[in-house]
């Protein structure tokens, strides 16, 4: 599947797929410049496909992309989309324009999209000058990148007290876009370094979003009562 925008006249906007490994293409939605695709963590299932586009819309399908709605939603510009991890219980989706807050959509049976601003547990939401990037990785973990400020913020989802957090990069200039390895916290962006220089491709392992585990001793381990316990610990670095 492939969101495409007209770029200078060579290539017609709309939404696209392929069944033979991009031999060929069929276009399936035409007419709007789209900006950014997510699929659903269970599309074998639920076949439902999430497109932003550039004029501040997004649209959805249920049929793996025969056909989509507009969501409702009204924001600016260019759109980002996310699914979250755990769509299948919780029917919650993310979108995010050039100059807005972040919105959280949550999908009723018949498809309908209740928005509103994503905030977190001391109601602060994060509103972005130029928003270039917007995903869901792991279990719990959204990630948002701002190109006016260059930096990504995160917020741990479906956790008591998140609050958002930023990791900020003096050498990242101009981020676009956001890509997660599915299933890990690694993240990919390209520094675009619209004002001179090559296009640098970053990358990102968060290791930091997750629960601690307990590696020694074994969950449940018994022993003998010790009346001398020493803990050695080691410096985690995320």
């Known amino acids: 599947y492939a969101a ?25 939605e035409t007419g709007t410049n789209f900006n950014d695709i997510a699929l659903s963590p269970d599309f074998e299932d639920d076949e439902t496909i999430l497109l932003g586009s550039m004029n501040g819309k997004v649209y ?16 600016s510009g260019d759109v ?3 699914f979250d991890a ?57 990630y948002a990148i701002d190109a006016d400020a260059p930096g990504l913020d995160r917020l741990l989802l479906h956790e008591d007290d998140s609050l958002w957090e930023s990791a900020d990069d003096d050498d990242l200039d101009d981020p676009f876009h956001l890509w997660v390895t599915p299933g890990t916290n690694v993240l990919w962006t390209i520094d675009m370094d619209f004002y001179g220089g090559d296009p640098e491709l970053w990358v990102l392992e968060d290791t930091c979003s997750g629960q601690v ?12 009562r010790e009346d001398v316990i020493q803990l050695a610990w080691n410096e985690v670095r995320g």
């Open 4 to 28: 495409c925008w007209d770029w200078f006249g060579n290539t017609e906007g709309g939404f696209y797929k392929t069944t033979n490994s991009g031999l060929s293409w069929k276009s399936a």
């Open 60 to 75: 959805m399908s249920d049929n793996a992309g025969d056909s989509f709605d507009d969501t409702g939603v009204t924001l």
């Open 80 to 82: 980002y989309v996310a």
């Open 86 to 142: 755990e769509y299948s219980d919780n029917a919650l989706i993310y979108a995010c324009g050039d100059d807005d807050d972040i919105q959280v959509g949550e999908v009723s049976d018949t498809d309908d999209v209740d928005w509103d601003g994503l905030e977190d547990d001391t109601n602060e939401d994060t509103e972005y000058a130029e928003c270039t990037g917007l995903v869901v990785a792991g279990d719990n973990a959204l």
């Open 213 to 224: 585990t307990l590696d020694s001793p074994p969950d449940g381990y018994q022993h003998d």
